[in-house]
C-alpha cells in the first residue's frame, strides 16, 4: 500500500532514460504513450543532462498506432530527432505498448543505421521489472550494438599510454551524488596512474565508444555486473569487482593496491598518491577531532538506499566514528534478493523499497541520525532525528560535484556527520538551559 | 566465475556472491541453424516439422524443436505424447525457471520444448511467444546444446506483431511455410510472405522455400509450383497425403521412428536434406489481395476442365 502511495523510483524504462540521460552526447527516443517519459521527468527534477527530463524525444503513440502498429511513427520520429538534436548516438527505447503489439523496435534501428545514422534500439518495457532491471538491460543492449554503430563527430582520444578502466555499477537513477562521485574516482584513478573512462560525465558518448578498448572493467554494485560479464565475454577484459565505491582513505589504499596488481601499475607511484591523500585528510581533520570527543562520540544511525550507498557509508560511519547503525535499508534489492543474496551486513539489514515499511523501520530504529532519501525527511524530522540526504531522490538539496566517495568523500560526510551532530548537542544544550531556569 | 574476475570487499563478510542475471537479447548469433516452420492452421505445421526434426537427428545431427504455439503440442510426437510442462506454465508458476524442467529428450535426442501460452481467450499469446524465446536466450539454451538445427513450429496465421518475433529480432534466419493446395493455405502462406517481406531488409529471416503437404489431388503440385513461380520463391519438397501418417501420429510416433522403411519416411527424410542443405534464401514477393484472387480463379478454371477431362462428367460451371 505505502509503496503504491509513495513509490521510490520508475520501471525499467526510467532506469533506462535515467542511464541515457546521464551519459553526455546520447539522445534517448522514447517510443510510448504519452506519459511514460513525463513521469520520469516529473519524478526527477535534477534529471536531464545533455539531453532529457521534460525535453525528451519521444513518439507519443496513440490507439491508431497500438492497432495497426507503431512502427512507422517510431522511424518518423527518429527521423525528426536526428534533425533537431545534436547528438552522438541515438537510442530508441521501447515501452510497454511497444512490446505488446510487437513493433519491430531493433528493425526501426538497423534501418536507420543503414542510412548511416547512429541509432541503436532497447527493449526496456516497464513490465520488465524496476529501474534497476532497465538500468542492466540499456547496458547490455549498448554493449552488444556498440561495436557495429559509429557514432556521430566522435572525440578522438589522444594517444595515452595509460591503461584506461571502464567503471561500472553507480546508477544514476540510484545515487543522486554519482556525477561528484565519478569525478572523485577518475581523480583517483588517473593520481594512481591508469585512465578513467567515465561514461556519466563530460564526453560520455566517446567513453562508450572506447569501452571495447579498456583494459580493465572495475565494478562497484551489483548493478555493473551484468555489463562487465558482458565484456569480458565479448572482449575478455577482466574485471575488479568491488561490493561499494572506496569511502576513505583505507579504502582507497585498497582500491589503489587492487588496481595496480591487476593492471601492474608503478606501485610505488600510486603509494605515494595514497600517501599525499593521507597528509592531506589529516591536515583538514586535524581541528576537528576535539569536535568529534566532545560532540560526536556514540551516535546511532539509520541508512536507508541503493546497496552500494549504504554500504559505503554505512562502513566509514561505523569505522571512522564509531557510529551505531541500529538499521540498514537495501532500497534496490527487494526485487531480487531471492535471485541474489544481500549482503551480509554487521548491522540489522531489510530489503524494502515500501514507504510504510521504511517509515516503520525507522521509528523503531529510535536512532539520532538518519542518511536516506528526501523520501524520508518527514519522518525524521517527526521523530526529531537529523535528516542527511544521501540517496534517491533528494529533493531538498541542489547537487553539484558533491561526493562521498574517496578521500574528498570522506572528508565531506566528515563535515555533514560533525555538522550533525553539533545540531544534536545543540539541542541538547537548548534543553538543559530550558530546565536549569525553570 | 572465470579466473579474470577479482571480488574484492571493502565491508562485512559478502554472502558468496551469487551470479548476477545472465545478459540475454541478441547478442552474436546463437549457435546453429535456426529455422522457423509457419503455415496455415491445421496445414500439418507440426507433423511435418517433427519429422524433419526426426530425419535431421537420425543423420546424426543435434537437434532442438521449439513449439511457439499455445497449444502445446508440436513436439508430441518426437516424445510419445508425454506431458512436458511449458515454458510459460513454469513462467505462471512465479519460480525460476531452469532448462531442465521445462525440456525433454525425444526421439535420438531432439531437445524438445513447448513455449505454451495464456488460457485461451485471455491474456497475449504474441507477448507470450516473445518472453518464452527471450527466456531460453537468456537460459543460453543454445551456448549450453550446442545445437546444429533449431526447429521453431510457429502456430497458424501471423495475426499479430507478437507472431513475427520468430522471423525477426535475429531469432531465425530462414522460415519455411508447410502449404497444401487449397486456396486458405496459399492465402496464409502469401501472408506470411508479407511479413518476410516487411522484416527481410532490416534483418528478419528470409525464405527457405514451400512445402506441400497432404497433397493428394493431381493438380496439387502443379498449384504450388505455380504459386510459387509468382512469387519467386521455390518449393523445398511435396509430402502426400498419406495414412502412414495418421497412424504414426496415433502411435505417438513420427513416421520417421514409427514406419522407417515406408516412402513417406524417405520422403521425410529428403525434405530434411534438402533443407539442412539449401543457403539459397530469398525475399518473396507476396501478390496482392486482387492478384491473389484473379490467380485462384484462374486455377479455379484450369481445375474445371481437369475434372471434367477426368470424370467425364459434366459439372456446372462456376460463374466467373
Ligand atoms: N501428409 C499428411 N498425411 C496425412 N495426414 C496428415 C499429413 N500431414 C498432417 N496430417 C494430419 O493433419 C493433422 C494436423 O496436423 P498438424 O497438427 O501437424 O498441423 P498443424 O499445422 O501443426 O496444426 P496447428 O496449426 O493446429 O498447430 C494431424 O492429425 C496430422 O496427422
Ligand atoms: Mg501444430
Wanted: with cysteine; aromatic share 6%; net charge negative.
Amino acid at each position: 500500500m505505502a509503496n503504491i502511495l509513495h513509490p521510490r523510483a520508475g520501471c525499467a524504462l526510467h532506469g533506462a532514460l535515467a542511464t541515457l540521460e546521464a551519459i553526455e552526447g546520447v539522445v534517448p527516443i522514447v517510443h510510448a504513450n504519452a506519459g511514460c517519459a513525463i513521469q520520469h521527468a516529473l519524478a526527477n527534477r535534477d534529471c536531464g543532462g545533455y539531453v532529457g527530463g521534460l525535453a525528451t524525444p519521444a513518439s507519443n503513440i496513440v490507439d491508431k498506432q497500438v492497432i495497426f502498429g507503431g512502427g512507422s511513427r517510431l522511424r518518423e520520429q527518429i527521423k525528426n530527432t536526428v534533425k533537431v538534436i545534436d547528438g552522438q548516438l541515438y537510442v530508441a527505447l521501447g515501452s510497454c505498448e511497444c512490446a505488446m503489439v510487437g513493433d519491430d523496435l531493433g528493425g526501426m534501428a538497423r534501418e536507420a543505421a543503414e542510412q548511416g545514422l547512429p541509432v541503436v534500439a532497447s527493449n526496456v518495457a516497464g513490465f520488465h521489472g524496476d529501474v534497476y532491471c532497465g538500468h542492466e538491460r540499456v547496458w547490455r543492449d549498448l554493449i552488444d550494438a556498440l561495436p557495429d554503430v559509429t557514432l556521430a563527430a566522435p572525440s578522438h582520444a589522444e594517444a595515452d599510454a595509460r591503461p584506461a578502466v571502464n567503471l561500472f555499477g553507480l546508477f544514476p537513477g540510484g545515487n543522486p551524488y554519482y556525477k561528484g562521485d565519478l569525478e572523485e574516482l577518475r581523480r583517483i584513478v588517473e593520481g594512481i596512474g591508469a585512465r578513467a573512462n567515465v561514461f556519466y560525465g563530460p564526453g560520455g558518448a566517446a567513453a562508450l565508444q572506447a569501452l571495447p578498448r579498456a583494459a580493465l572493467n572495475v565494478v562497484f554494485s551489483r548493478w555493473g555486473e551484468a555489463a562487465a560479464a558482458r565484456l569480458e565475454e565479448k572482449y575478455g577484459t577482466p574485471q575488479l569487482v568491488f561490493d561499494a565505491a572506496p569511502l576513505g582513505l583505507e579504502e582507497v589504499a585498497l582500491f589503489a593496491q587492487a588496481l595496480v596488481e591487476k593492471l601492474d601499475l608503478d606501485a610505488a607511484a600510486a603509494e605515494r598518491f595514497v600517501e599525499r591523500e593521507e597528509a592531506l585528510a589529516e591536515y583538514f581533520l586535524l581541528g576537528a577531532a576535539d569536535r568529534y570527543f566532545d560532540e560526536a562520540v556514540g551516535k546511532s544511525a539509520a541508512l536507508v538506499g541503493d546497496s552500494e550507498t549504504v554500504l559505503r557509508i554505512g562502513g566509514f560511519l561505523a569505522r571512522a566514528f564509531g557510529v551505531d547503525i541500529r538499521a540498514a535499508v537495501l532500497t534496490d534489492r527487494a526485487a531480487d534478493a531471492e535471485e541474489m543474496p544481500l549482503p551480509a551486513l554487521p548491522w540489522p539489514t531489510r530489503a524494502t523499497a515500501d514507504a510504510g515499511e521504511i517509515d516503520a523501520i525507522l521509528r523503531e530504529s529510535g536512532v539520532e541520525l538518519i542518511f536516506a532519501s528526501s523520501l524520508e525527511a518527514p519522518v525524521a524530522r517527526d521523530l526529531g532525528a537529523v535528516f542527511l540526504p544521501v540517496s534517491h531522490p533528494v529533493l531538498d538539496r541542489a547537487i553539484t560535484i558533491d561526493t562521498y566517495v574517496g578521500a574528498r568523500g570522506a572528508l565531506r560526510l566528515t563535515r555533514d556527520f560533525l555538522t550533525a551532530a553539533r545540531q544534536i548537542a545543540r539541542v541538547g544544550e537548548a534543553r538543559l538551559l530550558a530546565a536549569i531556569r525553570v | 566465475m572465470s579466473d579474470n574476475v577479482n571480488r574484492i570487499s571493502f565491508h562485512a563478510r559478502p554472502a558468496g556472491g551469487g551470479k548476477p542475471v545472465a545478459a540475454g537479447g541478441a547478442a552474436s548469433a546463437p549457435p546453429g541453424t535456426h529455422i522457423a516452420i509457419y503455415g496455415k492452421g491445421g496445414i500439418g505445421k507440426s507433423t511435418t516439422t517433427s519429422n524433419i526434426s526426426a530425419a535431421l537427428a537420425e543423420a546424426g545431427y543435434k537437434v532442438i524443436q521449439i513449439g511457439c504455439d499455445p497449444k502445446s503440442d508440436s513436439t508430441n510426437t518426437l516424445r510419445g505424447n508425454h506431458y512436458l510442462p511449458t515454458i510459460l506454465d513454469s513462467v505462471r508458476g512465479g519460480n525460476k525457471v531452469h532448462l531442465a524442467d521445462i525440456s525433454a529428450t525425444g526421439f535420438k535426442g531432439i531437445l524438445c520444448i513447448e513455449s505454451g501460452g495464456p488460457v485461451p481467450g485471455v491474456g497475449c499469446a504474441g507477448r507470450g511467444i516473445n518472453a518464452a524465446v527471450t527466456l531460453l536466450r537468456e537460459l543460453r539454451l543454445f551456448e549450453e546444446f550446442k545445437p546444429d538445427y533449431v526447429l521453431y513450429d510457429v502456430l497458424g496465421d501471423v495475426v499479430c506483431g507478437g507472431f513475427a518475433v520468430p522471423i525477426r529480432d535475429g531469432i531465425t534466419d530462414r522460415a519455411y511455410v508447410v502449404t497444401s493446395s487449397d486456396f486458405m493455405a496459399i492465402y496464409a502462406a502469401n501472408n506470411l510472405f508479407k511479413a518476410i517481406n516487411k522484416y527481410a531488409p532490416t534483418g528478419g529471416a528470409k525464405l527457405g522455400g514451400v512445402i506441400g503437404n497432404g497433397l493428394s489431388a493431381v493438380y496439387s503440385n502443379a498449384i504450388i509450383d505455380d504459386f510459387a513461380d509468382r512469387t519467386g520463391t521455390c518449393v523445398a519438397g511435396y509430402v502426400p497425403r498419406s495414412l502412414v501418417v495418421s497412424q504414426s501420429e496415433l502411435y505417438g510416433k513420427t513416421v520417421i521412428e514409427a514406419n522407417p522403411k515406408s516412402e513417406h519416411a524417405d520422403i521425410y527424410r529428403a525434405l530434411a536434406r534438402h533443407i539442412a542443405d539449401n543457403d539459397d534464401l530469398v525475399i518473396p514477393q507476396p501478390l496482392g489481395t486482387n492478384d491473389l484472387r484473379d490467380w485462384a480463379r484462374d486455377w479455379g478454371d484450369r481445375v474445371f476442365n481437369l475434372d471434367n477431362l477426368e470424370t467425364g462428367a459434366p459439372a456446372a460451371r462456376v460463374a466467373a
